[in-house]
């Protein structure tokens, strides 16, 4: 599924509009091609015609402002008006975010010839000729995608503002806020007030941090977005303010108001989607106030110290990439505690791990040699690597019941979830275990539990499994991961890479070692588990997203 921000197509049209040169010579391109094509086109229906026409006027439109110079911004005058966020980018004057509430008003930058209140140069859609386009028109028009997308594109190398709600008709917020927005639209002629209502558009296309958000783009570039708290008369003196089109006189409470942007509320399945990006979001926001700061009043350690219990004579990258990723994410020492075999292959892998080799096919043994470590570790990832040799699977399952007694963080993937397929006991109950199942993994140990094969929704699934262990946390891994500790449920569904390569599991589990410590430590609402699994599963993914985009074809190493 393709996801991109709000501002991608922006960015990628902004080099055009940039050198006035290049936009100067792509109009007159453009021009010469509409004009052809206007000729072309003229020959076959009426229908054609009036598009051509439009089309004919936009070139105009181009034609007759491509002087117009880039402007410089300030914030100037006081008037109480509340946006989100203030979007200016590296060639403006001002830049930043203002909290809602704050006094300000965004201006063109006050200069000796325009002053300090020449508004934008928009261009007047109503003053066209036989104007019959759709924004000379006093009124919302509701737009798809791909009409946006084109408007934005044109706004890019013409002088036109756009002033855009994204909404949706399921969603309160959205319906509140339709009939000020529908009145907005009212206020103005010759403004494209435009609305996309996201019901209908591709889920998590537009990642939009509120709903409903209202944005206003000039020239290609996304200025800033308004709060929803505003009132009508502040965003129609905003709108007037920075356009400097006159407001039409229109009352809040006409029944006109009550389009196009439906105000009643329309009951859907897309009430879960909200959700779940609301979800995502302010997970990653928690998860991000749990990260230590990098003070020089710590000590080594205090960022925490990960134990990887795994590793066999076959299996030797899968610790090795649990116990490397904990100290690449932040964590200050990793410790591996392996078989006799695996030892050195894995320390000559790097210097930077502490490599045990007291894991054997003794458990009484590897429990009095390993046990003194323990205490000294936030976390433990148990099984990559591990095999499936019973008398080691005897030996881990010795250590699990030590690491339980000591209420510590565990983290429980690959052969380790084996060990537990066998015998679910031995985690049940335990709230500070995370399992890691895979696809597969996650179906053997549902088949186990239940007694019967997964069926019907996955995120249900998902949670009666983590419920039915006692509410211990499962990330099961995917496309979409699935985090849930049977009673909240977080998708981490960001992209990752198409590439398919064994270790990107390994690096999932050792990331969620270190960060369970974090969010122990900090002490968050969202339970510490949920929050660490979350944080690492996007970590995961988006490393893999952008080592993807790098290198075409990764490895785990990568
Ligand atoms: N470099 C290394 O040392 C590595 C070692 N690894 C270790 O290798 C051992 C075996 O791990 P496996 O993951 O192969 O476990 P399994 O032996 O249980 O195999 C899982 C099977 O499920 C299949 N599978 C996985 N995801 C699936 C999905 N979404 N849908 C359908 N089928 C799916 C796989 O192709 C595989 O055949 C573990 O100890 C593991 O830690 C792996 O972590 C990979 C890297
Ligand atoms: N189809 C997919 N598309 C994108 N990312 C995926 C997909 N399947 C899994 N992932 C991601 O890959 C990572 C590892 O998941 P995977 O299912 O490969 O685990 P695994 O088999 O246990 O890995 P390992 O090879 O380390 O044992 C996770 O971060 C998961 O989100």
Same mark, same amino acid.
């Given at each position: ?281 302010? @997970?990653? &926001? $928690?998860?991000? !106030? ?6 020089? /009043? ?5 960022? +925490? ?89 005897? @030996?881990? &399952? $010795?250590?699990? !019941? ?6 510590? /963080? ?5 052969? +380790? ?110 339970? +510490? ?30």
């Amino acid at each position: 599924m393709r996801r991109f921000v709000m501002d991608e197509p922006i960015l990628y049209l902004k080099s055009r509009a940039k050198n006035p040169s290049v936009t100067n010579t792509w109009a007159i391109i453009r021009i010469s091609l509409l004009v052809f094509l206007l000729k072309l086109h003229s020959a076959f229906s009426e229908e054609t015609n009036t598009a051509v026409e439009k089309e004919s006027k936009l070139s105009h439109v181009e034609n007759s402002n491509a002087s117009i110079e880039e402007p410089t911004w300030t914030f100037c005058g006081t008037k109480r008006l509340s946006f989100i966020d203030v979007v200016l980018d590296a060639n403006f004057s001002t830049s930043g975010s203002m909290a809602v509430g704050e006094e300000c008003l965004l201006r063109p930058k006050c200069d000796e010839t325009t002053g300090c209140n020449a508004p934008l140069h928009c261009f007047d859609f109503s003053k066209l000729e036989n104007g019959s386009l759709e924004f000379s028109e006093s009124r919302v028009v509701v737009v798809s995608p791909h009409r946006l997308e084109s408007i934005v594109e044109d706004s890019a190398v013409q002088n036109v503002c756009a002033i855009v709600l994204f909404y949706a008709p399921w969603c309160t917020f959205s319906v509140q806020f339709a009939r000020k927005f529908n009145a907005l639209g009212r206020s103005f002629r010759g403004l494209p007030i435009l609305a996309l209502n996201l019901a209908e558009s591709e889920p998590y296309k537009y990642i939009l941090a509120y709903l409903p958000l209202v944005a206003f783009y000039y020239r290609g570039k996304t200025l800033f977005k308004f709060s929803l708290e505003s009132s009508f008369e502040d965003l129609r003196d905003i709108v007037s303010n920075i356009t400097g089109f006159e407001a039409l006189p229109v009352n809040l409470s006409d029944p006109e108001n009550e389009g196009p942007i439906r105000t009643e509320r329309e009951t859907s399945d897309q009430v879960f989607l909200a959700i779940s990006v609301w979800m995502q979001q302010s @997970s990653l &926001k $928690a998860f991000r !106030a749990c990260i230590p700061p990098l003070t020089f /009043s710590t000590h080594k350690g205090s960022a +925490g110290r990960v134990g990887v219990i795994g590793g066999s004579l076959e299996y030797t990258g899968a610790p090795y990439f649990a116990a490397i990723s904990s100290l690449k994410a932040g964590g200050d020492l990793a410790h591996v505690f392996c078989p006799e075999a695996a030892a050195p292959v894995i320390k000559a892998y790097s210097p930077e791990l502490i490599v045990h080799p007291l894991l054997s096919a003794d458990a009484t043994e590897t429990t009095r040699a390993i046990l003194p470590w323990l205490p000294r570790m936030h976390s433990l990832v148990i099984g990559p690597g591990l095999g499936r040799d019973p008398a080691i699977m005897a @030996s881990v &399952k $010795a250590l699990i !019941a030590e690491v339980r007694k000591m209420s510590k /963080s565990m983290v429980i993937d690959a052969d +380790g979830l084996h060990l537990v397929t066998l015998d679910p006991s031995i985690v049940e109950g335990y709230r500070d275990a995370i399992l890691t199942p895979n696809e597969a993994e996650f179906q053997r140990l549902y088949t186990k539990v239940f007694g019967a094969k997964a069926t019907g929704n996955s995120g249900e699934q998902t949670k009666l499994l983590a419920a039915k262990l006692g509410n211990l946390v499962i990330v099961r891994k995917g496309q979409v991961d699935l985090i849930t500790d049977g009673q909240n449920i977080i998708e981490c569904n960001e992209r990752g890479s198409p590439r398919r390569c064994g270790g990107q599991g390994d690096l999932l589990s050792g990331t969620i070692g270190l960060f369970s410590h974090w969010t122990n430590t900090a002490q968050t609402q969202v339970p +510490g588990q949920l929050l660490a699994a979350y944080g690492s599963c996007y970590l995961v993914k988006k490393c893999a997203e952008l080592a993807f985009a790098k290198h075409w074809s990764i490895h785990a190493s990568q």
